[in-house]
C-alpha cells in the first residue's frame, strides 16, 4: 500500500518569507497527487492536483503555487507567504483506478 | 458543482450507536466516500459505496441511497477512541478524481 511523507512536520515562517514543503510517495506508481489545506476546525480544502509530472492544476487563485519534478514527488511553494497561508497542508494520493485517497501526515505551518 | 451537507456535531456514550448524515449535490455521481480524521492527525479512509445499501466493516457501516442523494455512516459499540471528525467526500469525474469534502462532523464520545 502507499506511503506518504512529509516535511516538515511543523513550521513557523515570518510574513513574505519564502515556503517550500515537499511530499513523496512511495508503493505506487503513476499516482494522483494532490496539496490541501484545513484551517482549524474546518474542512479540507483542495489547492493542487497533479495526474502526471509536470502536470500541475490549481483549484483556487492564491499565493501559492504546485510542482511535480518527480513521478512521486509534489512541492508546495511560495514565494512570500501571507498570514493567510496559515493552516495544516496535507499531500494526498491515489492510484488512477482507485476512489481511496491516502494521506501523508501533513505539515502545520503558521505564519507570523 | 458539487456541495455536501453533514452535522457539525454529534455527541453519544461509549458503548451506544451513532449515525452520522451526509447529503450531497452533484452534477455526476460516482460513489460516497468517508474518512475519519482525530484532532492533530490525517485523514484516514474508512469506507467508499458505488451501489445503493449497507457496507459493513467491523465496528462500522457505511449506507447509500443513490435515489435520495443520502448516506449515513453508522458506528456501533463506540468507543472514547472512536472521537475524531467525519468527513463524507464524493469524487469527480475525470482523470484526476479530485475529492469533494463535506465540512465535517464532529463526534464526542462521553464515558
Known amino acids: 500500500s502507499q506511503t506518504i511523507h512529509q516535511w516538515p512536520a511543523t513550521l513557523v515562517q515570518p510574513v513574505g518569507s519564502p515556503l517550500s514543503l515537499e511530499c513523496t510517495v512511495e508503493g505506487t506508481s503513476n499516482p494522483n497527487l494532490y496539496w490541501y489545506r484545513q484551517a482549524a476546525g474546518r474542512g479540507l480544502q483542495l489547492l493542487f492536483y497533479?495526474?502526471?509530472?509536470?502536470?500541475i492544476s490549481s483549484e483556487v487563485p492564491q499565493n501559492l503555487s504546485a510542482s511535480r519534478p518527480q513521478d512521486r514527488q509534489f512541492i508546495l511553494s511560495s514565494k512570500k507567504l501571507l498570514l493567510s497561508d496559515s493552516g495544516f497542508y496535507l499531500c494526498?494520493?491515489?492510484?488512477?483506478?482507485?476512489?481511496?485517497?491516502?494521506f501523508g501526515p501533513g505539515t502545520r505551518l503558521l505564519v507570523l | 458543482g458539487q456541495s455536501l451537507e453533514q452535522p457539525s456535531e454529534v455527541t453519544a456514550v461509549e458503548g451506544a450507536i451513532v449515525q452520522i448524515n451526509c447529503t450531497y449535490q452533484?452534477?455526476?455521481?460516482?460513489?460516497l466516500s468517508w474518512y475519519q480524521q482525530h484532532d492533530g492527525g490525517a485523514p484516514t479512509f474508512l469506507s467508499y459505496?458505488?451501489?445503493?445499501g449497507l457496507e459493513e466493516t467491523g465496528r462500522f457501516s457505511s449506507f447509500l441511497s443513490r435515489s435520495d442523494s443520502y448516506g449515513y455512516l453508522l458506528l456501533q459499540e463506540l468507543q472514547m477512541k472512536d472521537s475524531a471528525s467525519y468527513f463524507c467526500?464524493?469524487?469527480?469525474?475525470?482523470?484526476?478524481?479530485?475529492?469533494?469534502f463535506g465540512s465535517g462532523t464532529q463526534l464526542t464520545v462521553l464515558p
Open positions: 497533479s495526474v502526471g509530472i509536470g502536470q
Open positions: 452533484t452534477s455526476g455521481f460516482y460513489g
Open positions: 494526498a494520493c491515489n492510484r488512477p483506478d482507485q476512489e481511496t485517497q491516502y
Open positions: 467526500a464524493v469524487p469527480r469525474s475525470g482523470a484526476a478524481r479530485q475529492l469533494t
Open positions: 459505496n458505488a451501489l445503493d
